[in-house]
């Protein structure tokens, strides 16, 4: 077996599903976030074991406002609440609570490669031309990203398309230190090789990779110069409805199937946002404006939208009323996470063999 990233599909990983998931804490959160993401989590805390993280330990990669952070965590806490997500069923804590994640980080730092590390997108976008100016931590935060994952044998990772590669390195990762710490010492399925869950609810691409209101070839972010680009769960309905209003179409008709969407990103952006909030396929969205203009097109789904983020923003704003109360769900969660982190590390160790470790 040669040090490329050879993306194995899977392993005969014997353990029981979990599903693992993170938000960094750094800006607030768009539309792109709630679909690719914090949707998702509400869904599958029904029928799986879900630990959703707030991860402050990644926003600390890139300069931040200190003063900010810990408002800023519980920014995310409340939007996982405010998304559906109910601590008594899923965690919901802060990934600096549970030392784990930073244990397992630097075993996994003295796995990957460094050949597999750089060929990721996400360095290279975000240290931009000045990468030897960017923290080390940058350069390893997918690293961490990995440590997040399988220090909790999580087998499941709901996030939108742009995590991709980040996932596939999780997998080569777990795959390496399976094979190099296996035989003899008997692990060489300890870690499952987590598969991301990327594809929207309703089983087309809607959610999975929403675009910039501005220039549907680009991702929607929180780090667009310009505020008309996205979003925000925090806009109110006259800001949503003004957002919609001014994204860029195209000089075509409204488009009849799906397939005629094909080159024309903006369109395909705004009935894919049309569809993913409305829980309906792209085809749905088409047939119910068919022969209409991209006017009232826009304002139905400005409707939706207000329709759907409103009770979210609202309860968010709930929430963020008592951050004390916050707190105390997120220190819940974190000493449960910390009970299950504690024996996969404990092992950890042993398998790696380090001098005064046991196995759980
Ligand atoms: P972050 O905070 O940048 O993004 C949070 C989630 O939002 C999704 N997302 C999008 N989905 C669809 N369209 C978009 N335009 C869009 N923009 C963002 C992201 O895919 C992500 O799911 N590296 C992660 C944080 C992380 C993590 C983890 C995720 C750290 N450790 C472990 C899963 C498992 C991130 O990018 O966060």
Known sequence: MTDAADHQASNDYQGPDR?????????SLHLGNYLGA???????????DCLFCIVDLHAITMPVDRAKLADQTRHIAAA????????????????????????????????????????????KDKSGKNAEAASVGLFTYPVLQAADILAFKATHVPVGEDQKQHLELSRDIAAKFNRDFGEPAGAPNFFPLPEPLIQGLNGNRAGARIMSLRDGTKKMSKSDPSDASRINLTDDADMIARKIRKAKTDTGEMPVTVE?????????????????????????VLDRHQGSQFGPFKTALAEVAVEALRPVSDLMRRYLSDPDEL??????????????????????????????????
């Open 19 to 27: 599903v693992f998931s993170g938000v960094q804490p750094t800006g």
């Open 38 to 48: 914090l949707k998702k989590f509400a869904r599958l805390q029904h029928d799986h």
């Open 327 to 360: 707190d105390r769900i997120m220190a819940r969660s974190a000493d449960a996470a910390r009970e299950i982190s504690e024996p996969v590390m404990a092992d950890v160790r042993h398998i790696i063999g380090f001098h005064g470790s046991r196995a759980s």
């Open 80 to 123: 996982f609440l405010a998304a559906g997500v109910d601590p008594n069923k899923a965690g919901v804590y802060a990934q600096s609570a549970v030392p784990a994640h930073a244990e397992l980080a630097w075993y996994f730092n003295c796995v990957a490669r460094m050949g597999w590390v750089q060929r990721m997108t996400q360095f």
């Open 260 to 284: 005629a969407m094909e080159g024309r990103p903006e369109i395909a952006n705004l009935v894919g946002i049309y569809a993913a909030l409305a829980d309906i396929p792209d085809q749905v």
